[in-house]
């Protein structure tokens, strides 16, 4: 297992969803706190295809039912299209379904049926079977963090309220949700002392727990070995029957990670992972995917000092401003031996003259920047 890339200047977003679908990724929406964020405009989409490594953007038919821009929102893939719900813009939340279609390059807003659930963000969703799982979230309705599952079933699209047995999990946001088999499992997200309401007296939750969508039923289990510390706005991926954790913040120690461990599902053990090559800088709110054996993390937002290749002002008197990301990072679990003999001609800066064209090929779609966006210490 190893970080094998880092290539700059694509999508710069914040708070993004994305979805993988054969072997092209797909971002959707988010910010970027040097730009003007603009409510009521169409939602910028982004797709990386996997092979190049390259970005582009998608120029999709504008319709009336185009969505606008949001943040906090939840995608899943199901076949050749995408399923996008909640999220908020600065102005409010939405409880609308949108449907992307990734053939047709085009927006629907399918008529859904049942009890919908209430506009939020930061909410998880995964699909088990031919259904859509929701959990949790923060409702501006209510003014609250919620603890609720919900279900689509993405064939009929008829909500329905999941009235799960068991002790939830508690109430909280921007955690994350994997599924494995009929299960989803819950890590992570921030609370409140005063939970469910919001009194800015934040917790988090380091727990484990599992909803059986079969017998609708909650599990917190006990694992063993190194626990990572609780966090919001992490990422999480299954891989070989373990679920693993990157990244993320918690509010309360005002600490950034970059770690990464794994959740052992049959053993129910965490382990912490050390993984050596271009290590991502301390992030949270980044989106990650998993495609075959390799893992796509992107954009997110950073402290300051933690961030490479960039200029820092050593003047700034807030310790907490952060910057944005614009990079994409590549995880490989099963790298090859020509992927490694690569990783030692740029490490190195080797002579690349002699080498197979090929080869030469592959190292400028491993270190060549996108041009999605423009590099920071390259304004003016």
């Not at 893939?77 to 409880?95: L, T």
């Not at 609370?191 to 909650?218: A, F, H, M, R």
Request: with cysteine.
């Amino acid at each position: 297992m190893k970080w094998i890339v880092h290539i700059e200047g694509g999508p710069m977003r914040v708070n993004h969803a994305a979805v993988c679908i054969g072997n092209k990724i797909y971002s959707f929406g988010g910010y970027c706190s040097t730009e003007e964020y603009k409510d009521w405009e169409p939602i910028p989409v982004h797709v990386l295809n996997t092979a190049t490594l390259r970005w582009a953007p998608v120029n999709y038919k504008k319709t009336d039912v185009v969505p606008f821009q949001r943040y906090g929102h939840t995608t899943i893939a199901y076949g050749e299209k995408v399923y996008m719900w909640g999220g908020r813009n600065n102005a409010v939340a939405c409880d609308t379904l949108s449907c992307f279609d990734t053939k047709k390059l085009e927006w629907s807003s399918p008529t859904v049926s049942g009890m919908v659930p209430f506009a939020k963000d930061g909410h998880s969703a995964c699909v088990i079977n031919n259904k859509m799982y929701i959990f949790g979230g923060f409702e501006y309705l209510t003014d609250q963090y919620s603890q609720e599952v919900h279900c689509l079933d993405l064939d009929t699209l008829q909500w329905t309220f999941i009235d799960a047995q068991g002790p939830p999990p508690s109430h909280r946001d921007f955690h994350t949700a994997v599924a494995v088999g009929h299960r989803m499992y819950i890590y992570g997200g921030r609370g409140d002392l005063n939970s469910p309401y919001n009194s800015q007296e934040e917790i988090y939750c380091p727990l484990v727990y599992y909803l059986d969508t079969i017998e609708e039923k909650w599990v917190a289990v006990n694992p063993s070995g190194a626990w990572p510390e609780g966090r919001r706005s992490h990422s999480a991926w299954l891989y070989n029957d373990h679920m693993y954790i990157f990244g993320g913040f918690n509010g309360t120690t005002k600490t950034h990670f970059n770690d990464l461990y794994s959740y052992s599902i049959k053993n129910n053990e965490w382990q912490y992972i050390n993984v050596d090559g271009f290590v991502p800088c301390k992030r949270r709110r980044q989106a990650c995917l998993i495609h075959k054996d390799k893992v796509y993390l992107f954009g997110g937002t950073s402290p300051c000092p933690h961030i490479s290749n960039r200029p820092v002002d050593n003047t700034d008197s807030n310790p907490e401003r952060l910057i944005d990301n614009s990079d994409l990072h590549i995880l490989d679990y099963e790298p090859t031996l020509k992927t490694l003999c690569i990783l030692v001609v740029v490490e190195h800066n080797l002579d690349q003259s002699s080498l197979p064209r090929d080869v030469i090929l592959d190292i400028r779609t491993m270190t060549v920047p996108n041009r999605i966006s423009r590099p920071i210490n390259q304004a003016g």
